[in-house]
C-alpha cells in the first residue's frame, strides 16, 4: 500500500529544494518553486518523531503583542531549515457532529476567559485531518505555554517571508518544519488556508 501525502496541505512556495526525511535512509526530495499537488511515495515513518531537545529549548511562546493574535511561538536563537518541530497534537474526534458538540460547549469555555478569550474563535486551534472527517482539537494544549508545540504556531500569508513553516500530512499524523532557516527573534508561522478565515477576515493578521 502506497502512502499518499497531500500537497494540498503545503503552505508556503520556497525556492530551495526541500528533503523529507523516512525510514531506511529514504527521502523524498521536493525541488524548485513548483511542487506537485499530490505525490505518491512508498509507506514510510517519519524520522525524529521527537523533536530534538535543543530546537525545543530555542523556541519560547510569548505575547505577540497584538490582541488578536494573542500569543505565538519565538526563536530563542537560529533554527535550520527543514527542521522538524513535532506533530499537531490534541483530542481526536471522528465526526463534524461530534466536533460541533464540542464547539458549542467551547463557546462557554471562551466567555469564562473573559478578556482573555475575547479574540478566541472556538474553532481556533481545530485542524482537519482527512479534508474533514476526523478533527484535531488543541484548544486544551495551546493553554499550556511554557514549552512550545505546533498548536502555538500562528498564521502567515502563503509567499510571504513570515510564512516559515510548512506542514506535511502523513497518515493520521500532521507533521511541522521549518522551511527556511529561522533566526532569532523571529516569530515561526505557516498559512492556515482559506478555510480557517472564511467568515473573519476581519480578524486575518
Known amino acids: 500500500m502506497k502512502t499518499l501525502i497531500s500537497f494540498l496541505l503545503f503552505t508556503v512556495a520556497y525556492s530551495a529544494a526541500f528533503s523529507v526525511p523516512c525510514a531506511n535512509f529514504l527521502q523524498v526530495n521536493l525541488k524548485g518553486d513548483t ?31 497584538i490582541a488578536e493574535k494573542g500569543y505565538g511561538a519565538f526563536a530563542k536563537g537560529t533554527i535550520a531549515s527543514h527542521s522538524f518541530l513535532g506533530f499537531y497534537q490534541g483530542r481526536r474526534y471522528p465526526s463534524k457532529e461530534k466536533l460541533d458538540e464540542v464547539m458549542t460547549e467551547r463557546v462557554q469555555q471562551i466567555q469564562e476567559m473573559g478578556d482573555e478569550g475575547k479574540y478566541i474563535y472556538p474553532m481556533d486551534y481545530v485542524i482537519s485531518q482527512d479534508g474533514g472527517t476526523t478533527w484535531i482539537d488543541g484548544f486544551d494544549r495551546a493553554q499550556v505555554r511554557y514549552y512550545f508545540e505546533p498548536v502555538h504556531l ?12 510548512i506542514r506535511i500530512l502523513e497518515d493520521d499524523r500532521i507533521a511541522f518544519f521549518t522551511s527556511r532557516d529561522i533566526l532569532e527573534g523571529e516569530e515561526l508561522a505557516f498559512n492556515y488556508g482559506q478555510e480557517f478565515w472564511e467568515g473573519r477576515k476581519e480578524m486575518k493578521f
Do not use: Q, R, W
Open 35 to 65: 511542487v506537485p499537488k499530490d505525490l505518491v511515495v512508498p509507506p514510510f515513518t517519519l524520522i525524529g518523531s521527537m523533536v530534538d531537545d535543543d530546537i525545543l529549548n530555542n523556541i519560547e511562546i510569548e505575547h505577540t503583542g
Open 154 to 165: 500562528n498564521h502567515a500569508d502563503e509567499g510571504a517571508d513570515k510564512c516559515n513553516v
